[in-house]
């Protein structure tokens, strides 16, 4: 008889960071020193628990030739199509038993080889590091059959010392990945769960003499103007930064005249640091972060966040990013005026530090650390307050201060994301200020700032933040005299976030507020042949919190949303305001650091949409904070009647790294006069003809009063009361906010299923009148509608007068009408563009003349929802109509019915149909943030009250 003892996997279980790493030093590449990258195609093999397969695969000449293959860095689960399983989405819930620190024994291991020849002219002298900068939960490591040891701290940096194990020839790396452990509990971040080697893997050399660990300390004066430099070394040598004639030792302090490093101006200069065995490339910024007067203070200056939360994501490859990926991130948040970003909710890969260092961002670098599962059990045994999890705690935040200090675009350390409170939290901030006493201490979850350096709060809704502001909220006297950030707001999923413009007021108004940061950055879509883009419950999740983890401001192929739009308009570096009639322009510089000698200014003029003429505007050279008065030329002469604006935009003056020339920063828009209303005399009468009437251009049906064609273009579907929108996620809000659903208050009041009945039909001597009721089945509330058709005998005029019934509760989602066209694809419109645009998201809507198609019309959000909508409407053509508005209205375009978007799951559930279905709107509900924040804010509710607007449709064919 015989049987096969299991592998012991006692360390999976362990509390402890792990064995046999190397302490964390600073991450940096070496003018000098060889590396080998390891990333590539790897053998692997899945395994359903964690000790289904004994060491053996580590041992030098084992044959895995019937292995499968991954590539690395990659997640497994994201491989394979599907054969080595899936991915897995909860936003706080753990999707294993809480039972910590133990896992389930269906634990998904995965056995990774890499077999490698080491280069015949390595270096013999020395030794080497085998690095990993990110596996997920657990890994366990070989080299050529000897074990290393094993590590937890999936996004975090972890080195081996290899020297003396390194063969020439081939060499075999082994590493076994659990995607279960200890670590997991202290990863509950509103991810994907995705395991493997997802960060690089890379042999380094390190020479005998060679650079250590380092600290690159370098402050700013401002009164001085001076920066002082000091490099701290484990191994002594030399620095020297040619640029500022600095060459002095390493420990030794050094002032000079510089330029310092702020995320307006990044300023860096190159330096290396000198051994006896290697020289290292440094980049140098000179800046002092202080808190000072209550206030976040960088080189004298408080500063005005204006930030975003960024996971790492890529719809394919899940969290392994490129640098490439990595560029597009930082860049598209430069173009649309970002400044700075929270690395959420753990430390990034290292690159982009980089190039928030190259491009300007303020960063609030996290660390690898949340616990948000125990909040259902009322943070009962959370890690954080169990001292046995103190050692790894400890060790988190030194995996991150230590690799990542060397850069100067980081001004705060963050212990972590919704972890509770307690004293491992504590120990970690001791050790932070301790360690780094150069930069602050960020920690949402601690409400009384014992830990931390600033007041932060998510999802605070407006009052309260102005209350904030105020100093009137209360708490610790340690709070009321620090800063104020909202680490997460405006919460981006779906069509959002609303009431950017509102919070960004209170931002600017009240000192203490020091910003916020949007969240999020990416909607986290994965990919999918059949769906378009998955999100959570479509891998078959036993728990999934659905599309929540689809809440960016760029869609999943970091196409901007509106929301990203709308954000760069409203918190853009220059304000740009008006008097049309005067033609006075006024200018501040909302920049806390740059002037605006960057910026070049234009000016046009148009009439009913049109540019008619366009120039140079000279704005004086302003300083952060000033603003000046200019005036534009006067207005061209045009023998043209019509609605008349300016347009002044503020446009780079000359290429930079992250835009070209000519990029717009900010612009504004306002009025010269009044925008003239249409209107005609109603000089034709209805005509019966049997069972039809005939009204000028257009023919009805004699019955029901419907509209059939109007001159040759026919009508699917008459206009008529229109009040459902298929529901937004904020409509739909958070499910802890019962009690202002709005989108659950709609359906169970019944708007989505309205009905009409028609009490008359009216053919007067000047007007066709339909007198309707609007209502839901079940309920007492209805609008009574009356439409009222009229015509010159080439234009039609539709008149509509609404009046409640009954007791309204609940705002209205939308008032308007609805009707079909048969044909219908290209569209031009006078109005606001050209992106859609809603009542609290309407900022970044600039009137103009615009065009596009149907399709091209619609906003391509991961779950389909309202959206396309454009705003400030004064006429729209399509489908050889063209329809004016008596007040300005939004329209919208599909094809398909707001029932059918109301059903789609994913955007391939929508199946464009025989009519294009067109909404007229006299009105819309604002959208807020309420899928995780604050709903629309009353001014923008759309409310049940008595309304008349009118539509004058004319043909264009």
Same mark, same amino acid.
């Given at each position: ?187 509950? !971040? ?188 009322d943070w009962r045994d959370n890690p954080v307050d169990d001292d046995r999890w103190t050692p790894a705690l400890l060790d988190r935040a030194a995996r991150m201060v230590e690799r990542d200090k060397n850069h100067p675009s980081i001004v705060f350390w963050s212990l972590g994301n919704e972890a509770g409170t307690g004293r491992g939290l504590t120990a970690m901030a001791e050790w932070i200020h301790g360690r780094d006493p150069e930069r ?45 950030i909202q680490c997460e707001y405006a919460h981006a999923m779906g069509n959002g976030p609303g009431g950017l413009a509102d919070y960004q007021e209170l931002f600017e108004k009240y000192e203490r507020l020091q910003g916020a940061f949007v969240w999020e950055w990416i909607d986290h879509g994965v990919r999918h042949a059949e769906l378009g883009y998955a999100y959570g419950g479509d891998f078959g999740e036993e728990l999934h919190d659905g ?23 409203v918190v853009e570096p220059v304000r740009i305001e008006g008097d049309g009639p005067n033609g006075i322009v006024h200018v501040t510089n909302k920049q806390d650091f740059a002037d605006l000698s960057a910026l070049a200014f234009e000016w046009s003029c148009q009439v009913d949409g049109e540019t008619v003429e366009s120039g140079s505007l000279a704005v004086p050279v302003l300083a952060p904070g000033e603003s000046a008065e200019v005036k ?59 069972? @039809? ?171 389909? !929802? ?28 599909? @094809? ?62």
């Open positions: 008889m015989s049987f096969r003892t299991t592998p012991s996997v006692d360390y999976v279980e362990d509390v402890s960071p792990g064995s046999g790493a190397l302490p964390p030093r600073a991450w940096y590449a070496s003018s000098d020193a060889r590396s080998l990258s390891l990333n590539g195609s790897w053998r692997f093999r899945l395994s359903a628990t964690a000790g289904a397969e004994d060491d053996s695969f580590a041992e030098e000449g084992y044959d895995a030739g019937n292995w499968a293959e991954v590539t690395v860095p990659g997640h497994w689960v994201l491989q394979g199509d599907g054969a080595f399983g899936s991915p897995i989405y909860t936003n706080h819930l753990y999707p294993f038993p809480v039972d910590p620190p133990y896992v389930p024994t269906e634990n998904p291991t995965g056995d990774h080889l890499r077999v490698f020849d080491l280069p015949s002219d390595w270096p013999s002298d020395g030794g080497a590091v085998l690095r990993f900068d990110g596996v997920e939960s657990c890994a366990r490591v070989w080299l050529n059959g000897t074990e290393l040891g094993e590590f937890k701290g999936s996004r975090l940096a972890h080195e081996f010392a290899v020297g003396e194990l390194l063969k020439p020839g081939s060499n075999v790396l082994a590493v076994r990945v659990h995607q279960w452990s200890a670590g997991s509990y202290l990863e509950d !971040q509103d991810q994907w769960w995705l395991p493997g080697i997802f960060r690089d893997v890379t042999l380094l050399h390190r020479p005998s003499g060679g650079a250590g660990d380092f600290f690159v300390h370098a402050s700013y004066d401002h009164t001085a103007g001076e920066g002082t430099l000091c490099v701290d070394s484990d191994v002594d040598g030399r620095v020297t930064v040619p640029a500022l004639d600095i060459d002095v030792a390493t420990g030794e302090p050094v002032t000079v005249a510089v330029r310092p490093w702020t995320a307006e101006t990044p300023k860096l200069y190159d330096g290396v640091l000198v051994t006896d065995g290697e020289r290292v490339p440094l980049r140098i910024g000179f800046r002092t972060v202080v808190l000072e007067d209550g206030l976040i203070k960088v080189n004298g200056k408080a500063v005005l966040f204006k930030g975003v939360n960024r996971h790492e994501w890529h719809p394919e490859h899940g969290r392994a990013l490129d640098l490439e990926t990595m560029r597009e991130d930082v860049l598209l948040m430069k173009r649309h005026n970002l400044n700075a970003v929270r690395t959420s909710h753990y430390p990034p890969h290292p690159a982009f530090l980089d190039l928030c260092d190259e491009y300007g961002l303020w960063v609030i670098d996290e660390c690898d650390l949340e616990t948000h599962g125990f909040t259902e059990q602050l201490v960020h920690y949402e979850g601690d409400w009384n700032c014992r830990d931390t350096d600033v007041y932060s709060r998510m999802y605070a809704f407006h009052d309260e933040v102005e209350k904030i502001g105020q100093g009137l909220d209360g708490g610790t006297r340690k709070r009321r005299e620090l800063p104020f599309n929540f983890v689809c809440d960016g401001l760029v869609f999943p192929d970091r196409t901007p949303s509106p929301g990203l739009i709308e954000f760069k308009k534009l030329p006067e207005p061209p002469v045009d023998g043209r009647g019509g609605e008349r604006q300016w347009t002044v935009r503020a446009l780079l003056a000359d290429d930079t790294s992250w835009a070209a020339k000519g990029h717009v920063v900010a612009w504004g828009q306002f009025a010269v006069g009044a925008r003239p209303l249409p209107s005609f005399p109603a000089t034709d009468r209805p005509v019966p003809d049997g069972g @039809r009437i005939t009204l000028g251009p257009a023919g009805f049906d004699a019955r029901t009063g419907a509209l059939l064609s109007i001159g040759g273009v026919e009508v699917g579907a008459t206009p008529r009361l229109d009040v459902w929108r298929a529901p937004t996620d904020n409509d739909d809000g958070a499910e802890w906010q019962t009690d202002t659903r709005y989108g659950t208050l709609w359906r169970t009041l019944g708007l989505h299923r309205m009905r009409h009945r028609l009490i008359s039909v009216e053919a007067g001597d000047d007007a066709l009148t339909v007198h309707t009721r609007v209502a839901p089945a079940a309920r007492e509330v209805g609008l009574d509608t009356v439409y009222r058709w009229t015509s010159d005998g080439e234009r039609l005029r539709l008149t509509v007068s609404v009046t409640p019934q009954g007791d309204w509760t609940v705002p209205l989602p939308r008032l308007g009408v609805r009707f079909g066209l048969a044909e219908a694809d290209r569209v031009e419109w006078f109005g606001g563009g050209p992106g859609e645009a809603y009542p609290d998201t309407g900022k970044a809507s600039m009137v103009g003349r615009w065009q596009s198609t149907v399709d091209g019309l619609q906003t391509p959000y991961v779950r389909p !929802q309202e959206n396309g909508a454009r705003a400030d409407v004064r006429w729209v053509e399509l489908g050889g109509l063209r329809i004016e508005g008596d007040p300005e209205f939004w329209f919208t375009a599909r @094809r398909w019915t707001t029932e059918q978007l109301d059903a789609a799951r994913h955007r391939t559930d929508l199946a464009a149909g025989d009519t294009v279905w067109v909404n007229l709107d006299h009105g819309q509900h604002g959208i807020g943030s309420q899928s995780c924040g604050p709903g629309p804010l009353p001014q923008y509710f759309l409310k049940a009250e008595p309304a008349e607007f009118s539509f004058v449709f004319s043909t264009t064919r």
